[in-house]
């Protein structure tokens, strides 16, 4: 079993900063993929960064080069550094991860981007 913890989400005027923390626990020997992924009030989650096993990564076109994954296998977290924030980015931001042929989610963080 996985769990998920994220945490760092909050309240940011444009143009402003925020790091998301995915903190996992749990038997994680098989992971092959962890992403982000954010949800706007009446729209569908979309995925925003995309990390493989072999650290290759990947972007939504809205985020690319303001957003950042990354890990820390030290402290198994995932983290989303996002910069320069819009307030399009405001949702509830989880992380994902898939061990095995399951997925696993976080329950989720709010970000709201004032204009």
């Known amino acids: 079993q996985v769990q998920l913890v994220e945490s760092g989400g909050g309240l940011v005027q444009a143009g402003g900063s925020l790091r998301l923390s995915c903190a996992i626990s749990?038997?994680?020997?098989?992971?092959?993929?962890m992403s982000w992924h954010r949800q706007a009030p009446g729209k569908q989650r979309e995925l925003v960064a995309f990390?493989?096993?072999?650290?290759?990564?990947n972007y939504a076109d809205s985020v690319k080069g303001r957003f950042t994954i990354s890990r820390d296998n030290a402290k198994n977290t995932l983290y989303l550094q996002m910069n320069s924030l819009k307030p399009e980015d405001t949702a509830v931001y989880y992380c994902?991860?898939?061990?095995?042929?399951?997925?696993?989610w976080g329950q989720g963080t709010q970000v709201t981007v004032s204009s």
């Open positions: 994902k991860l898939i061990v095995g042929l399951v997925d696993y």
């Open positions: 990390m493989d096993n072999d650290g290759s990564t």
């Open positions: 749990g038997s994680t020997f098989r992971v092959s993929t």
